[in-house]
């Protein structure tokens, strides 16, 4: 049980996303570009990033085939050829690589559970961090980080969310609505996955 690692049946979801875009790629000649990505991210990129939090901290092969699936997208979406570069059409697209689109996920339920305090087994994992002094940090509403032995507790939402909250900027922390945080959160992150 020590090495036990979350596990992706990669070929299942592949092969549910890919049927999608396949079938999506026989109407090429009669959509918008507006319109495919609009069909692209209601049809494929839900299924893509359904519980998808589940997979911080997996193993990067695990990440790289959900990566595959969102690049050939990006190429059926803004009908490029099939070995086309696709960091360029996913910066086009503007879409969040599938390790930025986790962090992203992860950090609005961050943002989300203590402000609503719904659900409550969410807002149990994220308390505040107590300082014994008051400090400029204080302001930022740290969180406190449970201490864990294991690689596969880091994964944990209750390790992973604090960690990944404490690491933003302050700017984006502070946005005082759901919309503006997310808005700053995606600008943070897209700005990390493809620097200018």
């Known amino acids: 049980m020590k090495n036990s690692k979350l596990k992706l049946n990669a070929n299942k979801t592949e092969f549910i996303i890919i049927g999608t875009v396949t079938q999506r790629a026989k109407l090429d000649g009669f959509l918008s570009l507006s319109v495919a990505k609009t069909i692209a991210t209601a049809l494929v990129s839900s299924r893509?990033?359904?519980c998808n939090s589940l997979l911080y901290n997996t193993a990067n092969?695990?990440?790289?085939?959900?990566?595959?699936?969102q690049n050939c997208l990006?190429?059926?979406?803004?009908?490029?050829?099939?070995?086309?570069s696709s960091v360029p059409l996913l910066k086009s697209l503007h879409w969040l690589p599938v390790h930025y689109?986790?962090?992203?996920?992860i950090c609005t339920i961050s943002y989300q559970a203590p402000a609503s305090k719904q659900p409550t087994y969410l807002n149990s994992m994220l308390t505040p961090a107590r300082n014994s002094r008051?400090?400029?940090?204080?302001?930022?509403?740290?969180?406190y980080i449970p201490r864990v032995k294991t690689k596969?507790?880091?994964r944990a939402f209750s390790v992973a969310a604090p960690t990944l909250w404490n690491s933003l900027p302050v700017s984006v922390?502070?946005?005082?609505?759901?919309?503006?945080?997310r808005r700053r959160l995606k600008t943070y992150l897209f700005n990390a996955a493809y620097p200018p």
Request: aromatic fraction near 8%.
């Open 152 to 154: 596969a507790g880091t």
């Open 48 to 50: 893509r990033d359904y």
């Open 101 to 105: 689109r986790i962090i992203f996920k």
């Open 173 to 181: 922390k502070s946005e005082g609505n759901i919309v503006s945080f």
């Open 74 to 84: 990006a190429r059926v979406v803004t009908r490029s050829l099939r070995f086309s």
């Open 134 to 143: 008051e400090l400029r940090s204080t302001s930022t509403n740290p969180l």
């Open 61 to 69: 092969n695990d990440i790289a085939r959900l990566q595959r699936v």
